[in-house]
């Protein structure tokens, strides 16, 4: 009896059980990461082998990291975990699923056979055979599938016989196939997969498309992520009819406000009818923060020649795609291909407490020999004040500017011109309800001539003194619509009418060597006829005066916060002039004739509902002339912008007639229309149509572009692969503005 006694306590001592209890691992040892804890229905610690062995729902933790499985046997010398049945390894934001293997609790790693890992931060599955985990975030694979399709047969993966990973980072591999619907379709010696949640090196979107002009063109572009503030983008084009086409884009972030990106495209033109077999196409955009509270901000925009933007205004290298990025990030376009005068130019500048400096560089390539060919601005020097009290006992203000350039060319006049404009300004208000805004001042011009014309006589040009006047009357007037003792929403409408006469004396422009055109004078045939603006400067010549209507109807709501909130529901200016003279200068130096009765200019802009939005800009004669200028665009969209109708019709009489649309369509969950239309209604026929279809599913996608312009016709075809290849830019991820 006592032997049998001593067996039982002997057993006990030896194989200890604890029933659904929780029990922590290596009391005694600090381990990284925090203490381990063992959790199962049944647990027993085998005291001579200093085993814990666990079944039945078993789950060993440390802090976030988490495992699994039906049977656990922990050895305690090694820190070494087997496991065994429905393993699943919560490691972060990874998920490490298998059949069997090991696990060191002490360096986190292991193997497991019959594996699968999914990656959330990217949705990358990899299915392996045997997975080994042989680092914080490192991985490696055998026979394995990767991809990032949730379907038991995926739309595409990769199949690879060895596998490396690194968690944000790559996935490198040897012997890799691409499958589609399980179907090798391409084989790869070795291949690099991006597997990063942040900025990525790699392939982007592969685009394929057929032109007419082009034939078959073929785009792959890499991208390279050199650190976080730089990185670059080299562009392949290969075009049957055309050649092959590199381009290498580079940009770079300073700082929050500060950055650059430049581009330069070459290609050898095959095609016969090409004005150059060289072509080429160099572009920079920066916007600078500079030491001493200097800014910068610089363009260059050198095509080969006039058609270079048109014959390749299409793919990733396209004028409009680069100008609609370079406008969102640096609040500036390109011209439209259109312009045969570029303009590349850097301007300096340095604000102070009273005025500012701009250094100014402009360079003019003229890309048709039928545009006269602007003199280059190297350099321009402007400096200007602020209003400048007097301490007079009117409240007289002086305000200066003025601007040296010098004017390059390498034929024809060339020369300096030096500008001095100081004015005096009075702001006051009349009778409590009138209020007065006047100014009087001389504006000297002078001129050093370096080089001129053969025909030209040095003694032919002079100086120009101008003395001018100006001032306006206005008042605000303001009545609230809505408005109670309880009412937080009302409407206030305010109207200001505003009177203003404009005096500049006449000058000799034949005098002016013809360095700039904008010394000539501010009309052209275009805007001969309209009124004097507000904000307008008008160089000699004018003897008017200006009447304008304006009216702002503000909004004034409660947030769902129950804070205040104020906005523009409908703007408005009606503007008409009344010249007292028959003629004002031109831009081409010859007097541009106008009525007495300027023509009434109408400016509108609201938002009648939430969604929808008009504007309108437009002239019409007062002589039964009708039109001449129309400006309208009309703005519709949901509430997300998912879906948006934006139309834009622009006229100007004996010059353009157009008509712009564009409309994105978010019609079903995996499919998103697109339709762009540019049409003239001078020539009667289109500019430019242009149709796209996306279709995406849930790891995939295709982008159908269909294109009609006047010279050319193009279908292209690109593929979305998310967390492979660069995911497609919907067009409504832009959204248009009005004005």
């Known amino acids: ?228 503030h730089m990185d670059a ?19 770079y972030a300073w700082d929050k406000d500060s950055g650059g990106t430049g581009r330069f495209s070459y290609i050898s033109d095959h095609k016969d009818a090409a004005p150059t077999p060289r072509r080429y196409w160099g572009v920079f955009m920066m916007n600078q923060n500079l030491p001493g509270s200097w800014q910068a901000r610089g363009v260059l925009d050198i095509p080969s020649d006039s058609q270079y933007l048109y014959d390749f205004n299409f793919g990733y290298q396209g004028l409009d795609r680069l100008s609609r990025f370079l406008g969102d990030d640096y609040g500036r376009n390109l011209e439209q291909f259109e312009v045969d005068t570029r303009v590349s130019g850097l301007i300096l500048q340095r604000p102070f407490s009273q005025g500012s400096v701009n250094l100014v560089g402009n360079y003019y390539r003229s890309l048709s020999p039928l545009v006269p060919r602007t003199r280059h601005k190297l350099p321009s020097v402007q400096a200007s004040t602020l209003l400048l009290p007097l301490g007079t006992a009117l409240p007289l203000n002086l305000l200066i500017n003025s601007t040296y350039t010098h004017y390059y060319q390498n034929t024809g006049v060339t020369g300096q011109r030096l500008d001095f404009q100081p004015r005096l300004v009075l702001t006051t208000r009349l009778f409590n309800a009138l209020d007065l805004n006047a100014e009087g001042g001389w504006r000297g011009t002078g001129y050093r001539i370096q080089r001129t014309d053969l025909a030209d006589n040095l003694n032919t040009y002079e100086g120009r003194s101008l003395y001018h006047t100006r001032a306006s009357f206005s008042s605000s007037l303001y009545r609230d619509w809505g408005r109670t003792a309880t009412s937080q929403t009302f409407v206030r409408h305010i109207f200001v009418p505003k009177v203003t006469y404009t005096n500049i004396g006449n000058f000799n422009v034949q005098r002016i060597p013809k360095l700039d055109p904008f010394d000539y004078g501010w009309q052209t045939t275009v805007t001969k006829n309209y009124p004097i603006f507000e904000g307008m400067e008008p160089i000699g010549g004018v003897n008017a005066a200006t009447v304008s209507l304006t009216n702002h109807f503000l909004r004034r709501a409660v947030s769902p916060t129950g804070l205040p909130t104020v906005g523009e529901v409908f703007w408005s200016r009606v503007t008409q002039s009344v010249f007292f003279n028959s003629a004002s200068y031109g831009l081409d130096t010859y007097p541009q004739p106008h009525r007495r009765f300027s023509d009434i200019f109408v400016e509108t802009l609201g938002y009648p509902v939430e969604n929808l939005g008009l504007g309108l ?10 039109f001449s200028r129309i400006d309208l665009r009309l703005l519709l969209r949901d509430t997300g912008s998912r879906n948006f109708l934006n139309v834009d019709y622009i006229y100007f009489k004996n010059y353009a007639n157009q008509i712009n649309s564009e409309l994105f369509l978010d019609v079903f969950r995996s499919v998103k229309i697109g339709i762009n239309n540019q049409h003239t209604f001078l020539r009667g026929k289109r500019l430019e149509n242009k149709y796209r279809l996306i279709f995406t599913r849930q790891c995939w996608g295709l982008a159908l572009t269909v294109g009609d312009r006047v010279s050319d016709r193009y279908v292209s075809v690109s593929l979305l692969i998310p967390g492979i290849v660069e995911k497609q830019q919907t067009p409504h991820a832009q959204e248009p503005a009005l004005y």
């Open 1 to 228: 009896m006592r032997f049998i006694l001593a067996a039982i306590i002997l057993s006990f001592l030896l194989v200890w059980p604890a029933a659904a209890a929780e029990v922590q691992l290596f009391k005694a040892e600090a381990i990284e990461g925090g203490p381990w804890t063992l959790k199962a229905d049944t647990v027993v610690y085998h005291t001579a082998e200093q085993t814990y062995e666990a079944s039945g729902r078993v789950e060993i933790r440390q802090e976030e990291r988490r495992l699994t499985a039906d049977y656990v046997k922990v050895h305690v010398p090694t820190k070494i975990a087997e496991i065994r049945g429905n393993v699943v390894m919560v490691l972060g934001d990874d998920i490490l699923t298998g059949e069997y293997g090991q696990f060191n609790l002490v360096t986190r790693c292991g193997e497991l056979a019959e594996a699968r890992i999914f990656m959330k931060r990217n949705h990358f599955h990899i299915d392996s055979a045997l997975i080994r985990k042989t680092g914080e975030d490192t991985f490696t694979a055998e026979k394995s599938v990767v991809t990032t399709c949730d379907a038991d047969v995926p739309a595409w993966s990769f199949y690879c016989r060895e596998l490396a990973v690194k968690v944000d980072g790559y996935a490198v591999s040897k012997g890799t196939a691409f499958r589609l619907l399980g179907v090798p379709v391409a084989y790869l010696p070795a291949a690099v997969l991006p597997v990063k949640t942040t900025r990525q090196t790699g392939l982007l979107m592969p685009l394929y498309s057929q032109h007419q002009q082009a034939g078959t063109v073929v785009e792959l572009p890499f991208y390279w992520a050199i650190n976080n």
């Open 233 to 251: 983008t080299f562009y392949q084009m290969v075009a049957q009819r055309r050649g092959y086409m590199q381009g290498v884009e580079y940009r």
């Open 617 to 626: 800009n437009g002239g019409v004669s007062p002589y039964n002339e009708g």
